[in-house]
């Protein structure tokens, strides 16, 4: 270790990695991940929320499982649950949508409101 | 890599006997048979503390903290909770019915009055995989020290934030730091003493084993600020897990460039070696461990010198113990002032305990210091199991002393101990219920110490040997009048006459059980009765012949033929075949037996 940099560098990295394992205050996504979710394809979904996550740096969003909701047939599901305790549930996900829901939601919090139960339901 | 889900398991020394191992094994067997070991990282991790109920698995992001989990379990959390999202509720510790998972164990009174400062990172990160520390602000108090402040401004801190010794005596670390950084030498030395030997006591090896990073930061402060190169941590042969650790964190910061030469491109060089001890409880005495890493017999020698004018081959050096390290990277970091916030007006900071015996929550506690030993035993530990009535608590182990249910309200601090004739130590707390025979606690520890007695100063090996023969005497029901009193006498040479502090606090258990339970001697002495009905040679087991059923189990369950009698009329022990083993007693169903 040369340089003190080189000392945050290390730790800004590594805090990444292990940042799920604080959960005060933090944004949760949860993704519906019953027999329903699954098969309506809500895995490539949760990973696509892992990713770009990680891709952005964002420490602060916790991505969680659930089971069904009871609206199998909107699946696959996810709701972001806002520090603020603000619940946006979207629906008939995929990857793409999930990494628009991250930059449009998370980032620049704006809910995609073409996404969400309200429009689908219309 | 970046992984959904994280499932820390506990791998200290607890949880490993309980099959961890295993667990993990289990775990990532079906986690590739599902796919998802791309998704989900397995992470050791140090003790949780309650290794009552280990083995310990937490889940997150959920932060779902499983209990008692066995390797049958694991399916159920694979596919339950990582492929579902569905908690394992019945795995859960704590309120299983708080909607949010991760505050279910804040319900549970152990964890809820807990301050953990040197348990920081146990439980938390992989002990052995160093970003994770540097993740948790590792090694940022070292680069601050070597790179913003001069060594003066380093023991400054440290003495303004009046941090005592975590070993036992509680003497003032920033005072010990200054004293050798004041000695002109060509070589210094920084030991850390994790020769753990209280019987009860497991918080260094708990320190070790969960964050071993902590004590290297911590002793590479150190060096710096008494002007210091070379580290040696002594550690007992008989914590392998420990060792592990240290040895691969030590690799790990000398590849980091963490110790080693140049550190932070600074001028400071400082290296660390560990050095095994046989497990001699004397070696955790501060001049027999530096002899014993001289490569010579463990024997303490007189002081003056301390340690800090002549110490390791006769250089200066600084011995701390691996809690009191711990707790250093987070004074410098954060400030004395912080530090001083927490704990009394003599005692700042936190303590860890390893509360054991006649308790609950069996485990490692960490807690401010001025938290009452009623908050310990009954919020944090979960009171007396079988609804027994409290009567003691041991603190500082052998050399310490016990304190009786009349001053469970004292604030635990080193002053209040002192003056209560016990003494903080090195932290294990061993709960006593009314069951406990006191004489025979005192005999035990000091049967501890004579077995550990180096044998070089009179007054502790033979003055011992002597006070044990006397205690032994007493519990056998041939204790004579005066004994009680020769104690005493005994016990106050030893004190004044031994070299080292093992001898100097070996009569400790004996002076203290003589001040609160001296009936209990002369209960003993003079009427040849154990209260407690413990010293089995003057328990008398009898069948109450109104009771007694004459079912003849008993006679069926003992096993040395000692019970004899007729189906249906009352059975009769004979006195001289008993050996006093109580398991008739455990067997009658009409509760018929009692001891006398």
Redesign the interface.
């Known amino acids: 270790m040369k340089s003190v940099e080189e000392l945050k560098a290390i730790r800004e990295k590594a805090l990444k990695e292990i940042s799920i394992r604080e959960n005060e205050n933090k944004t949760r996504i949860v993704v519906g991940m019953a027999t329903c979710g699954i098969a309506a394809g809500a895995r490539p979904v949760m990973n696509a929320f892992v990713e770009e996550l990680n891709k952005r740096n964002i420490k602060d969003v916790n991505v969680t499982m659930t089971g069904c909701v009871g609206i199998c047939r909107l699946e696959p599901i996810a709701e972001v649950y806002e520090a603020n305790g603000e619940k946006t549930t979207y629906v008939k996900l995929d990857a793409e949508k999930a990494r628009r829901i991250v930059a449009e939601h998370i980032v620049n919090h704006k809910p995609v409101m073409e996404f969400t139960i309200g429009a689908a339901e219309k | ?6 499932i ?1 398991i506990c791998n200290g020394t607890g949880c490993v006997s309980s099959k961890a191992p295993a667990i993990m094994e289990k775990l990532q067997e079906l986690l590739a048979a599902n796919g998802i070991e791309k ?1 989900v990282k397995i992470v050791k991790t140090g003790c949780f503390g309650l290794c009552e109920k280990g083995p310990i698995l937490v889940i ?4 779902a903290t499983y209990c008692r989990v066995s390797v049958d379990d694991v399916e159920e959390i694979v596919n339950e909770h990582l ?4 908690i394992v509720k019945r795995l859960l510790l704590g309120d299983p019915n708080v909607e949010d998972v ?1 505050k279910s164990r804040d319900n549970v009174g152990f964890f809820a009055k807990q301050v953990r400062v040197a348990l920081r990172n146990c439980g ?2 992989n002990p052995e995989n160093i ?2 520390y ?4 590792g ?2 108090a070292l ?1 601050k020290a070597v ?1 913003e402040m001069t060594p003066a401004e380093v023991i400054a801190e440290v003495k303004k934030s009046d941090i005592r010794g975590r070993g036992g005596a509680g003497f003032p670390t920033g005072m010990k730091w200054q004293f050798a950084a004041q000695q002109v030498s060509d070589q210094k030395y920084v030991c850390c003493n994790a020769d753990e030997g209280d019987p009860g006591a497991f918080m260094d090896r708990s320190i070790l084993e969960g964050d071993p990073h902590s004590v290297l930061e911590a002793m590479a402060i150190a060096g710096y600020a008494i002007g210091a190169n070379q580290g040696y941590i002594y550690v007992r042969a008989e914590y392998p897990i420990a060792v592990q650790r240290l040895n691969i964190a030590i690799k790990q910061a000398r590849e ?3 110790l080693g030469k ?4 600074t001028d400071f060089n400082f290296d660390i070696e560990i050095r095994l001890g046989a497990g001699a409880f004397v070696c955790g005495e501060e001049t027999a461990l530096m002899t014993s890493i001289e490569g010579k017999r463990g024997e303490p020698r007189t002081r003056p010198p301390f340690p800090a004018v002549k110490g390791l081959w006769e250089k200066p050096t600084i011995l701390n113990n691996v809690e009191t390290y711990a707790n250093i990277p987070m004074i410098i970091l954060k400030g004395a002032d912080w530090f001083s916030s927490i704990g009394t007006e003599k005692s700042k900071g936190t303590k860890v305990f390893a509360i054991g015996g006649k308790i609950n929550n069996t485990g490692l506690v960490e807690i401010p210091m001025g938290t009452t030993l009623r908050e310990v035993i009954y919020d944090i530990g979960g009171g007396i199991p079988n609804g027994k009535k409290f009567k003691a608590a041991q603190t500082g182990g052998p050399s310490g002393g016990c304190i009786p249910a009349s001053h469970l309200d004292t604030p635990i601090d080193y002053d209040n101990l002192i003056a209560l004739g016990s003494m903080m130590g090195s932290g294990g707390l061993i709960v006593m219920d009314e069951d406990t025979c006191m004489v025979d606690i005192a005999k035990f520890f000091l049967e501890f110490t004579v077995d550990e007695s180096c044998g070089k100063c009179p007054p502790c090996r033979v003055g011992t040997k002597r006070m044990y023969e006397i205690l032994d005497r007493i519990t056998q029901g041939k204790g004579e009048e005066g004994d009680i009193e020769k104690l005493e006498i005994l016990a106050e040479s030893i004190k004044q006459g031994a070299l080292c502090g093992l001898g100097q606090t070996a009569p400790n258990p004996i002076l203290s059980t003589l001040r609160y339970f001296r009936d209990e001697y002369e209960a003993h002495v003079k009427e040849k009765k154990c209260p407690a009905g413990v010293c089995k040679a003057m328990l008398n087991f009898e069948i109450i012949a109104d009771k007694c059923k004459g079912c003849s189990l008993c006679a069926k369950k003992c096993p040395v033929g000692a019970i004899s009698g007729e189906i249906k009329k009352p059975f009769v022990i004979s006195k001289e075949k008993c050996i006093k083993c109580g398991v008739c007693m455990e067997s009658c169903k009409f509760a018929a037996i009692v001891k006398k």
């Open positions: 890599m970046i992984y959904r889900s994280h820390l998704e997150y992001p959920e932060g492929i579902k999202g569905r991760s938390v990160i970003e994770e540097i993740a948790r602000d090694y940022a680069a790179t980091y460039g963490l140049n550190i932070f491109g």
